[in-house]
């Protein structure tokens, strides 16, 4: 399955991945589109399908950690958010240009986004056939029924026969319009319909948090400060690109979790004072500074509490696969 780090050892994406590839054995090294039929390792092999190949088997690896019960449906929820966050902060890009696109590796931030996109656009598939066949069918209807039809006869699917295994699975609804506005295109995906159908809904709150607005480094000699935003309180406080972070007040600065706890200590106190200690050509300062809140939206996905009967059956199936 693959070769991992000591240092990987009990990290959380180690489960993440190694469920990825296990589904790989079956999505890819079976069941795979035309294009990528037979596989060959000495020329590539550009197609617009990895959305399905490695997008859907990234969904696929989600649902196997919380159908396993390696992670419990909140973690489930809170991996699929993170996506949708990801992506919204990626230029829009269709999934079919990112799948060809990778292959001459974009700088602008869309080189690999047919892994979280094409694993959100799976989940998006998945619910609208639950909700169309009344949770009888789901896409493992439709990559079941694909892999009979083609990896059985020893060959790839076509996009035609991807599509038209989709609408059998709901029941004989149109997925043209899909295609061409979320596959094709590139429109936003459709979250306040679709995630009710599976009794889910998408909540954004507007949180206020203190943030120096400075972006840094770290690394054996410690935090480096990289870059300063004009008008922050760590640009007020008069720190520059170049400083090593000591400390913040009186808690030091090791590493990322060092801002958490800034955080923690300093939420809700707008305008309260504070020293920052920082390293500069060898001499140690004490720079003054003022708390500033800084407004952060934060979305979350969570089950609805007026979720239909059938849409909190289409809920179940997804976390459960029945």
Request: charged share 25%.
């Amino acid at each position: 399955l693959g070769i991992y780090t000591p240092f990987g050892i009990g990290a959380p994406w180690i489960s993440s991945v190694t469920a990825h590839e296990m589904f790989h054995s079956w999505n890819v090294k079976r069941l795979r589109p035309a294009d990528l039929w037979p596989y060959r390792y000495d020329r590539p092999q550009p197609t617009p399908w990895l959305w399905v190949s490695e997008g859907i088997t990234d969904y696929y690896a989600d649902l196997a950690l919380v159908r396993g019960g390696i992670v419990d449906s909140t973690e489930f929820f809170r991996t699929t958010t993170e996506k949708i966050v990801q992506v919204a902060e990626t230029p829009p890009v269709a999934l079919e240009d990112a799948s060809l696109s990778t292959w001459i590796h974009p700088t602008d931030g869309t080189g690999y986004i047919y892994y979280p996109k094409g694993s959100l656009a799976g989940f998006l598939l998945d619910i609208l056939i639950r909700d169309a066949s009344d949770n009888r069918n789901s896409l493992d209807t439709v990559l079941r029924s694909l892999y009979q039809a083609a990896y059985k006869r020893g060959r790839g699917f076509t996009g035609a026969e991807w599509w038209a295994a989709v609408s059998r699975a709901a029941g004989g609804r149109s997925f043209a319009a899909f295609n061409a506005r979320y596959i094709d295109g590139r429109d936003p995906f459709p979250w306040d319909s679709v995630l009710p159908l599976a009794g889910l809904r998408l909540v954004t709150d507007t949180v206020r948090e203190p943030r120096l607005s400075l972006q840094t480094v770290g690394d054996s000699s410690g935090v480096t400060v990289t870059d300063v935003a004009p008008g922050g309180a760590a640009d007020q406080a008069g720190v520059k690109p170049g400083d090593v972070l000591v400390a913040l007040g009186s808690i030091p600065v090791s590493g990322e979790e060092s801002f958490a706890r800034f955080r923690a200590a300093y939420a809700g106190r707008e305008g309260a004072e504070f020293t920052i200690r920082v390293r500069r050509g060898g001499r140690e300062l004490e720079l003054p500074a003022r708390v500033r809140l800084v407004a952060r939206t934060e979305s979350r996905i969570e089950p609805d509490p007026t979720a239909t009967d059938k849409a909190a059956r289409i809920r179940q199936g997804i976390l459960t696969g029945r």
